[in-house]
């Protein structure tokens, strides 16, 4: 005789049901890898550098680091060099969310030990695969039907990335424009739930400080409108300079022979050594300096020397293989540049115009758009950092012109391009923008 | 007879389309009894993550604070040291590794000021003070930015600021705030308002206090001279042979017209700044040259009045000297009253009655008047003295 199980049919979850929890459980789970990811960081950088390093120091730490993260990145974890968006995306419209679960251990591990070590990279990128890749390992593990354990894929990237900008609705935006590529996409109520989620456990640890001490800005004359259009302008053909250098120096690298692999880290880590005992202000993520120029505390010529000396950093860095993404140094690019023409624009203007510190805001998120392609995301991102409104009509004006000039000069966005330097094609997504 | 087909597993009846239902329940239980473990499992290691992700977390933020500590000494030293850009790199780098804490920001804006960067110093107050309204540091420090750059207006709102958002408990720092507040409407020219804070403060600082001796000097400065008296006094009585004190007391007592007094401030006093000899040697002038005052005799009153007429025709004919072609009626007519007058009391036998005495001495402010438009008001501390002595007795107004 057979038991019966009348009470199990009542407490069967259905399988949406089931999908909301295990957003939510992979939002936490991704917002925890964020906050754990940047501590790591941190951790490593202070116990690399110490307080004050050396000239010494500051060659030697990216050198030696990066021989291990390339032998690292080339046998053990050969899946996570570079940013980590790129790769989501491909494993989110090609593989059906597959993601091997070494690849969030070795993009963690790998991430910590490069950015820690110096290199100029973000770490916004690899955490949206470390929280990809935690949301299909989670998928698998339960067993989700396929289509299920692709959908949980952005999802657990909108966590992460949620917990490592504290923007959960930039987040939520991010996922839609950039992974599922499309603004209408079903799964909005989820990717909402995981982001909120893990904003809640990242601002429970780290408390609800912002990213960046930001005053008010707002526009000051109507004529400053020019002015930021102005900084689209440049803004646009900063990405496009970004962007080329980056990708034909990656070609170069992989020009090199298989055998180079394990050393073209390296080859990074001395090039990057050599700045960082030049200019040490362009060292891992930067945001102190970001912080700086958005306050107006950085002058003309520093603000031209980290824009152009970060920009090329990061090329180098991202190029010969290391582990780290471009979100931060796109930030960082674009305060210098605006906060540089806002300089010169507050210097000669024949009408009143805002501080340095405004410019510098509406560069960030300029760059952002040109470079990522993601321009909705740069507003409410910049609107959730600031927590402003009167600085979102510049920063519309700025991002469309950055975002429309790159994308007239450079048709596939860089992530794309990347991919397709791997020999990956994405499907043709339609953008929202 | 129909034949029923079996499940080979469990026996049972197979349904139309020829599953076990038995056989399916089972298998859905087991699913779900897996899908309810496996979430549960989850949701254990999420909690188990999130404390040891928090732990991590707190030790890294205490890694921070202290770093910040490290810098903000760093900075000390080196501002101490004068070497001010190394000193702002360093408060720079304490406010980055802990932002929370308002000491390095407040650390921070001190340094750019002393390096002259108020622009910037005001930016980081300014940040400061939006987070915290009633910052009464930052407030404090804006207000001087303020004053520096010649904002009177700022200079108010945020020193105002500044001293509504003391906590009682800081009243002494409070009253050396109001005290440069003061200071600063009184360069101002604003005396209405900084005599309003000085009476607030009149009822804060503790008696007998240096802090009351600044108090009546400022009373002083400000045109209140019988509260500055007071305020002398209060020190005076906790100190009586307080050389400042003193001193500020027969200044005060000078600008009282309290001549006698003065006198004997001045004489107790050990202070020998010049302007406290000046006063002393004008009093002593005074003093012995009043034909007004009282308990001196005839000859004394006499030869007084006769000798400030005669100090005073002497600087008319010196005007007259330098500008001949003042000889004008006005002036011919002064010189001739002057005459008179000296002639009419040059006899020893004179004895010139009080209305005399004024009369003589309002003679004296009228040639003293007309030479101070003709040649410019004379300096030397007969001539002022004399005018004093006429301003005491009511006999300075003009005809």
Redesign the interface.
């Known amino acids: 005789m057979i038991r019966r199980f009348p009470s199990i049919q009542q407490l069967r979850l259905r399988e949406h049901q089931l999908f909301l929890a295990l957003s939510i459980v992979v939002g936490i789970l991704g917002g925890l890898s964020a906050v754990l990811f940047a501590t790591g960081i941190e951790r490593v950088s202070r116990a690399l550098f110490g307080l004050d390093p050396s000239a010494t120091r500051l060659f030697l730490v990216p050198t030696v680091v990066s021989v291990i993260t390339g032998v690292l990145l080339a046998y053990v974890f050969p899946d996570v060099r570079g940013s980590g968006v790129p790769q989501t995306e491909a494993a989110f419209h090609l593989h059906g969310g597959r993601i091997p679960a070494r690849v969030p251990l070795g993009k963690f591990v790998t991430g910590v030990l490069c950015i820690g070590s110096g290199h100029s990279m973000g770490r916004e990128g690899p955490s949206v695969q470390i929280g990809a890749g935690i949301a299909s390992l989670v998928a698998r593990w339960v067993r989700l039907s396929p289509e299920r354990m692709k959908e949980l894929v952005p999802i657990g990237a909108a966590g992460a990335l949620s917990a490592a900008f504290n923007t959960p609705v930039a987040a939520v935006i991010f996922a839609l424009e950039e992974i599922i590529g499309d603004m209408n996409a079903t799964l909005l109520g989820s990717t909402v739930v995981a982001s909120v989620a893990s904003v809640i456990v990242e601002r429970s640890i780290l408390g609800n400080e912002p990213l960046f001490r930001v005053p008010t800005y707002h526009l000051v004359h109507p004529a400053e409108v020019a002015a930021y259009a102005l900084l689209g302008i440049v803004g646009g053909v900063a990405s496009l300079v970004f962007c080329t250098l980056l990708l034909r120096l990656r070609a170069l690298f992989a020009r090199l022979p298989a055998r180079t692999r394990a050393l073209q880290p390296a080859i990074g880590g001395v090039l990057i050594g050599a700045v960082l005992v030049l200019v040490p202000e362009v060292k891992g993520v930067g945001y102190e300096y970001v912080d700086l120029a958005l306050n107006g505390g950085l002058v003309l010529k520093t603000l031209l020397l980290l824009f152009t000396v970060k920009l090329v950093a990061t090329v180098v860095s991202y190029a010969s293989g290391n582990a780290g993404g471009i979100f931060a140094p796109s930030l960082f690019i674009g305060a210098m540049v605006g906060g540089a023409l806002g300089t010169a624009v507050h210097a000669i203007a024949p009408f009143p115009t805002g501080e340095p510190g405004a410019y510098a805001l509406v560069g960030m998120g300029a760059l952002f758009a040109g470079i990522i392609r993601a321009p909705m995301t740069s507003v409410f991102m910049i609107f959730e950092i600031t927590q402003d409104y009167q600085i979102l009509v510049p920063l519309m004006v700025a991002n469309l012109l950055s975002f429309s000039i790159s994308r007239r000069y450079q048709p596939t966005p860089v992530y794309h391009a990347l991919l397709a330097q791997d020999g990956i094609r994405l499907p043709q997504a339609e953008s929202a923008s | 007879m129909t034949t029923v087909s079996r499940c080979e597993v469990?026996g049972?009846a197979l349904n139309q389309d020829g599953r076990c239902p038995?056989c399916a329940?089972?298998r859905?239980?087991q699913f779900?009894?897996?899908?309810?473990v496996?979430?549960g499992v989850?949701?254990g290691?999420?909690v188990v993550?999130?404390l040891a992700?928090?732990a991590?977390?707190t030790a890294?933020r205490r890694?921070?604070v202290q770093?910040a500590q490290?810098?903000f000494n760093r900075q000390q030293s080196a501002a101490r040291a004068g070497r001010l850009d190394e000193a702002i790199d360093a408060a720079?780098?304490a406010v980055?590794e802990d932002?929370?804490d308002r000491r390095y920001r407040l650390a921070l804006a001190d340094v750019l000021a002393a390096s002259a960067r108020d622009?910037?110093a005001e930016?980081?107050l300014?940040?400061l003070r939006?987070?915290a309204p009633d910052n009464a540091d930052a407030s404090l420090r804006l207000a001087r930015i303020a004053v520096r750059r010649s904002d009177g207006d700022a200079a108010r709102r945020y020193y105002r600021a500044a001293l509504a958002a003391f906590e009682p408990s800081d009243m002494p720092i409070r009253d050396q705030v109001r005290l440069e507040f003061v200071h600063f409407l009184l360069d101002q020219s604003d005396r209405n308002r900084a005599l309003a804070e000085l009476v607030v403060l009149s009822g804060t600082l503790p008696d007998g206090s240096d802090a009351r001796l600044e108090l009546g000097r400022l009373y002083l400065r400000a045109g209140d001279a019988a509260r500055a008296t007071e305020e002398f006094a209060n020190v005076l009585h906790a100190h009586p042979n307080h050389a400042e004190a003193l001193a500020a007391a027969g200044q005060a007592a000078f600008a009282e017209g309290d001549y006698a007094s003065a006198q004997r401030y001045f004489t107790a006093t050990t202070v020998t700044s010049p302007d406290v000899i000046e006063l002393r040697n004008l009093v002593t002038l005074i003093l012995t040259n009043d034909p007004l005052a009282r308990r001196i005799g005839t000859r004394e009153r006499t030869r007084r009045l006769t000798a400030g007429i005669n100090a005073a025709v002497v600087l008319l004919n010196e005007c007259l000297t330098r500008q001949p072609t003042r000889n004008d009626t006005l002036v011919g007519a002064l010189a001739a009253e002057a005459r008179a007058v000296e002639r009419r009391w040059a006899s020893a036998a004179s004895r010139p009655t009080l209305d005399d005495v004024e009369e003589g001495m309002e003679l004296i402010v009228r040639i003293e008047r007309t030479v101070a438009e003709a040649c410019g008001a004379p300096v030397t501390p007969i001539h002022q003295a004399l005018l004093l002595i006429a301003k005491q007795h009511g006999l300075d107004d003009k005809r």
């Open positions: 469990c049972t038995q329940l089972r859905e239980s779900v009894h897996r899908e309810l496996v979430l989850l949701i290691i999420a993550a999130f992700t928090r991590v977390a890294n890694m921070h770093d490290a810098w720079r780098r980055a932002p929370n622009g910037e930016r980081v300014l940040s939006s987070e």
